[in-house]
């Protein structure tokens, strides 16, 4: 028998919609949903390797509990009322001694989320956790400084650009299906793309215009364009002058910063950054200069990220064809969005966060998501008070966090780890329970509700039946929180229940995502009026330049520029970043991936290597104020000299995880664990290292 089930990807979180050809009870074939626009019936090399995973022998297969030393990588299989009840109880007695908040829970953002934040909130814990600090949380907190929304609020309309420029935004390697093909459509019809990056990546071999910057120096460059473009008059002067407040304050403070003075600071000429001004201001507004993610990752990011999406403002980009726009819900259509169980009324909380975000020692990360890498801190030191358990749903606190041995010594520190992982992950094998979940082929999902241009709504929905002893995530909690007596805030018996109540008042049912996997509540897009309409959501109700959000919080808008000093005494900065083969430090065991990217090697310079006696290919042991590592040199004179870099998710220790053990260097081995105080996000590239042949 063959059938073809309409569904979503999940083999990274940016969950492509996918149809998917099921023969028999086996999945055969994956593709992109070609009834999405965007989409073409194309997927990524993960995505196509989602197969592996569903048949990966490897995986978790049923519950288990732990019977060696922690990380012993020795388990024994358990049913899951034992693995359950053990977890219940352990939680209980937690609970009980120390008071819900210390127990926290963190994991990467899903589409049931809005579960665990529910079990949380139950047990009266404020400390349920997120990735996004990790990924963007300086990108969230810049784009709430200066339009009053988060970055997750917006999108970027690809697809009717004129010209974009990416900081290190490796936008062809670490991907997205729909974004590239957005992109090159654009691309194909003449659109013009500068990538900025101290490393020569697939995205730069594509560029019309490619600068290999000095890393950590992109503010000083965009201080230089936004220089010349108010000097010259370059900007929007409609739309700034509706739409923005603080314009001659920016000016005031960009008037020293010449493309004369970004030349020795980037090591980008001059006449070329005025020559950008000058293009990019022709397409205006269809242009984007991309927020970016991972890209200038420092302690001062947040004003990278504010200093780039004030370009956008200068050009007028901010809700424009070609540029970014803010993601229209199911109201603007006189729709109704979806339940979440979050919209339940819960006990109050009186303790602060374990990442004290919220208080005025972290006053500005956005407490939606927290901030993660505050968590070893927060258990070695006890402070703000004593954390006893830790559930990882989906994330990897030792893989994700800088400064591995740190983050091991503060787990190693809980009464209770538990782990809802499909892998024999790093922390699942420091887990005192492993409960697995059925993959994303196996389980029916929440509803992903996507705001955009146009509102739709999208359906992970079950291929085939669980191969092995899992359940999925919202029924994992359900059974948890019923044995510590909060059982009625999950009013439902299995996933098909759940998302049925979730489509309550919507009009819309189960059976509507059957023939194309997803609804839209409107068929046009919408934008708002930019002479009249656009609603930011600062206090003034303009974009702020000179921004509310931070002077109200003590900290400036305009800070004076610390230049970056050059590196020196045989010191490297070292970068990571990611492949278009592998998911951060999910997939590196998938059969198919790992045969192709089995492990990462260290990009340096070739002046540098021959300096000291490094061959191309040879192995080099790398060393850091944190940890040191041995990993393969790979030269080039592809990278700039001040920087080394290395892909991010190798150097895995789970044994049980066999392909990748011990397969390459885990950055966070190296990777001391940095902030920026006000934005939010780790400062992945403030670490130094030195590199010598082995
Ligand atoms: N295949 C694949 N795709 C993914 C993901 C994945 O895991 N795999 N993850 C997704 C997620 S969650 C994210 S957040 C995004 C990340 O998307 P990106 O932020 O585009 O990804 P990275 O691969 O981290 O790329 C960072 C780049 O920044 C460069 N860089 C380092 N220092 C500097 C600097 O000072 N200035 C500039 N301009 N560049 C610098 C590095 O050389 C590197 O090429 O990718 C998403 N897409
Ligand atoms: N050192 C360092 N740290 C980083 C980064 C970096 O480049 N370097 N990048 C940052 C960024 S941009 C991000 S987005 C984060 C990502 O951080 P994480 O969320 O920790 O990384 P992932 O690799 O996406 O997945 C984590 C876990 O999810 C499991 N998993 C996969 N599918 C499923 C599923 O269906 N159900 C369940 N329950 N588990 C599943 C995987 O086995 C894996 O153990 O890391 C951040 N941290
Ligand atoms: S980008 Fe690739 S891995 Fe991520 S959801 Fe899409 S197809 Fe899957
Ligand atoms: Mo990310």
């Given at each position: ?37 965007g ?118 309309h690809y697809k009717k650009t004129k010209h974009i ?15 590239v093909n957005n992109l090159m459509y654009a691309l194909e019809n003449g659109a013009k793309m ?12 594509k560029?019309h ?74 397409d205006?507004?269809s242009v984007i ?32 064809e070609g ?372």
């Amino acid at each position: 028998m063959e059938k073809e089930v309409y569904s979503l990807c999940f083999m990274c979180s940016v969950r492509c919609p996918i149809r998917v050809l099921v023969k028999d009870g086996q999945v055969k074939w994956i593709e992109g949903n070609p009834h999405v626009a965007g989409m073409e019936g194309s997927l990524c090399p993960r995505g196509a390797a989602g197969i592996n995973m569903l048949y990966d022998d490897q995986r978790v297969k049923g519950p288990m509990i732990r019977v060696g030393e922690r990380g012993s990588g020795q388990w024994r299989a358990a049913d899951w009322d034992e693995a359950l009840n053990l977890v219940g109880r352990k939680l209980g007695e937690i609970i009980d001694k120390h008071g819900g908040h210390s127990v926290v829970l963190g994991e990467r953002t899903q589409l049931a989320t809005h579960v665990s934040k529910t079990f949380l909130k139950a047990i009266k814990s404020p400390n349920h956790f997120t990735h996004d600090a990790l990924c963007k949380g300086s990108v969230n907190t810049a784009c709430r400084s200066l339009f009053g929304y988060t970055d997750g609020q917006m999108g970027i309309h690809y697809k009717k650009t004129k010209h974009i420029v990416l900081y290190g935004r490796n936008i062809f390697e670490s991907m997205s299906v729909k974004e590239v093909n957005n992109l090159m459509y654009a691309l194909e019809n003449g659109a013009k793309m500068t990538y900025i990056d101290p490393r020569v990546t697939i995205t730069a071999t594509k560029a019309h215009r490619y600068w290999m910057i000095r890393p950590g120096t992109d503010l000083a460059l965009n201080y230089s364009l936004i220089h010349v473009i108010l000097k010259e008059r370059l900007y929007d002067a409609q739309y700034t002058a509706k739409w923005v407040s603080g314009l001659n304050a920016l000016r005031e403070f960009t008037s020293i910063h010449t493309p004369q003075w970004a030349e020795q600071e980037t090591g980008i000429p001059a006449d070329e950054i005025v020559e950008l001004a000058h293009e990019i201001s022709k397409d205006k507004p269809s242009v984007i200069f991309h927020f970016g993610y991972r890209g200038a990752s420092h302690t001062n990011e947040i004003y990278v990220r504010r200093s780039i999406m004030m370009l956008n403002a200068l050009m007028g980009s901010v809700e424009a064809e070609g540029g970014f726009f803010f993601k229209k819900g199911p109201e603007a259509e006189g729709g109704k969005s979806v339940h979440k169980l979050t919209q339940q009324e819960f006990p109050e909380i009186e303790q602060p966060r374990f990442d004290k975000v919220g208080t005025k020692d972290f006053p500005l990360p956005d407490p939606n998501h927290g901030v993660a890498q505050m968590l070893p801190h927060a258990i070695l030191n006890k402070d703000p008070y004593p954390i006893k358990a830790l559930i990882a749903y989906r994330f990897d606190p030792l893989m994700s966090i800088p400064d591995y041995k740190n983050n091991l010594k503060a787990i190693n520190e809980l009464d209770l780890i538990v782990a809802i992982d499909v892998n024999y992950s790093d922390i699942a094998d420091y887990a005192d329970v492993i409960l697995p979940e059925s993959t994303y082929l196996e389980r029916t999902d929440c509803i992903q509700q996507a705001n955009g241009l146009k509102p739709q709504l999208f359906l992970r929905k079950q291929t085939i039946s669980p191969r092995y002893d899992t359940y999925e995530g919202a029924i994992i909690l359900k059974q948890i929180g019923e044995r510590l007596g909060i059982g009625s805030y999950f009013p439902y018996n299995n996933m098909d229940d759940l998302v049925k109540w979730q489509l309550e008042g919507t009009g819309f049912s189960m059976e509507d995502f059957k023939s194309k996997g997803f609804v839209s509540y409107g068929s046009k897009q919408i934008f708002w009026d930019r002479k009249q309409g656009l609603k930011f959501k600062t206090p003034s109700g303009k974009i702020e330049f000179k921004s509310s959000l931070l002077e109200d919080a003590g900290f400036e808008s305009f800070p004076a520029y610390q230049p970056v000093p050059v590196t020196s005494n045989g010191k490297f900065r070292l970068t990571v970043g990611r492949t278009a083969l592998h998911t951060h430090v999910a997939t590196q065991n998938n059969a198919y991936l790992n045969y192709i990217v089995p492990e990462n090697s260290l990009w340096i310079n070739v002046k540098k290597a021959e300096e000291l006696g490094i061959q191309d290919g040879a192995w080099v042991e790398i060393t850091s104020k944190a940890g040191s590592g041995r990993i393969k040199a790979k030269v080039t004179d592809l990278i700039h000299p001040e920087t080394v870099f290395m892909l991010h998710g190798f150097g895995h220790r789970a044994k049980n995880a066999k392909r990748s053990y011990k397969k390459g260097v885990m950055d966070t081995m190296l990777q001391e664990n940095l902030t920026d105080k006000i934005g939010g996000s780790p400062a992945l590239h403030d670490t130094f290292v030195t590199v010598k042949p082995v």
